[in-house]
């Protein structure tokens, strides 16, 4: 008999945003002349950097002929790329990472969900909360926690994120963990860390020989000067941290697909009997057999957001963004509500003071208007919604007269 993996019957029946999705698409249905505004799931709207679109042109070119056609890449990425990255990304600005500890896949929320594979399944993993539910629901379905109470998974540590600290949690809540996720600038709070609060992450982690799991696919939106875009801006974090970009938000990529991972040389984890084994052989073991690298076209298209071009098109489209959750932010503050995010991130986290679906199914019913529940991304986010910024500015200009009207 079939038996099926039964940590699946502890997780939520769907994921957040298929559940939002059904329910914009129930009010559509019921109200087919609405104009919907999206400013739920952080989905890009702005076409591709010209850059890029002329580097992904000239790929398919390339892979029209003998002479340059691509078979199979390398799993880890090609080196045009890889070298790109470690210089622009990592050593142009100081921070010791080399071509050889970049790996190149289709995105971070893949890698993020893949990671875990490499641990022990009696690890303790610990997450924010509100959180970024990939972290999490990956987590249950691998069998590290127990069944869901109260919004809660037993075997998982929250870290709550709140006002009272600036939605960074402080690394003495996680005392006793082996993997701790951390994502600045934040998904879904919009807040961003400083150096003193990664490092003081860094020394814990280094401390305890724990893990940090640094998701920084929002780094392109920092503007403030001296706020970290890596964790490895922070000393010692090459000996505890694994850090995850995307070109997702940072270049228009959630349909094109593609984004890396850092694994440094010398990140060590330990077998049972205290033997350490190093991190990046088994990643490159992981992504080499159940991987085949992202494709060759995409891949030129990533390579081009490092030409001075492709740099200038890109930061324009971040800041076009910016300029959107700034208005936001502005006309909500006005409406008396109080709002993290929208400087360095693309996310506005409103706070409510009420129930989070019931103020989404309100912007939904009343303004036509998409946003994401905090509750959906956990039980410190209750009371608060999240709005995206990535939308054209008419469609954002309308969102604001419409919130004016029903709030
Ligand atoms: C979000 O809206 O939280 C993100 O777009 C989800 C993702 O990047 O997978």
């Known amino acids: 008999m079939l038996h ?62 003998r002479k340059d056609f691509h078979g199979y890449g390398p799993e880890q990425g090609y080196a045009f790329l890889r070298e790109k990255v470690a210089k622009v990304d990592f050593q142009d600005r100081g921070i010791d990472i080399a071509a050889d500890e970049i790996f190149i896949s289709d995105g971070a929320k893949c890698d993020c969900g893949n990671i875990q594979e490499l641990f022990g399944n009696d690890v303790k993993i610990a997450v924010g909360d509100p959180v970024y539910p990939v972290y999490v629901d990956t987590n249950v379905m691998a069998g590290r926690t127990g069944k869901s109470e109260n919004g809660r998974y037993p075997g998982l540590t929250y870290l709550t994120c709140n006002a009272a600290n600036g939605f960074v949690p402080d690394p003495e809540t996680a005392a006793g963990c082996d993997v701790v996720y951390l994502c600045y600038p934040n998904n879904p709070t919009g807040a961003v860390a400083t150096k003193e609060q990664l490092q003081k992450w860094v020394d814990w982690a280094n401390a305890n020989k724990a893990l940090i799991l640094f998701d920084a696919a929002y780094e392109a939106f920092i503007r403030t000067p001296g706020i970290p875009h890596s964790i490895y801006e922070c000393e010692g974090a090459r000996t505890c941290a694994i850090e995850f970009r995307s070109y997702s938000k940072t270049a228009g990529f959630t349909g094109i697909r593609c984004g890396y991972t850092v694994v440094p040389k010398g990140l060590m984890a330990y077998a049972a009997d205290g033997t350490p084994v190093e991190l990046r052989p088994m990643w490159t073991r992981r992504q080499t057999t159940k991987f085949n690298g992202a494709s060759y076209i995409t891949q030129r298209g990533a390579e081009a957001i490092y030409s001075a071009e492709g740099q200038a098109q890109c930061k324009a489209t971040i800041d076009f963004y910016l300029e959107n959750g700034r208005l936001m932010k502005e006309a909500l503050q006005a409406l008396g509500y109080t709002v993290t995010g929208g400087g360095d991130s693309p996310y506005l986290w409103v706070d409510v003071k009420g129930d989070s679906w019931e103020f989404f199914d309100k912007l939904l019913k009343e303004a036509n208007v998409v946003t994401t529940p905090g509750a959906g991304f956990g039980k410190a986010g209750e009371g608060y919604i999240r709005i995206s910024s990535f939308n054209s500015r008419e469609n954002v200009l309308e969102a604001i007269e419409r919130l004016k009207k029903v709030l």
């Open 4 to 65: 099926v993996n039964e940590n699946y019957s502890k997780i939520q029946a769907s994921y957040l945003f298929t559940e939002i999705a059904h329910r914009v698409s129930a009010h559509q249905q019921a109200n087919p002349d609405a104009k919907i505004i999206r400013l739920g799931i952080g989905d890009v709207t702005e076409p591709l950097a010209p850059a890029v679109v002329e580097a992904m042109h000239k790929a398919v070119d390339d892979e029209a002929g």
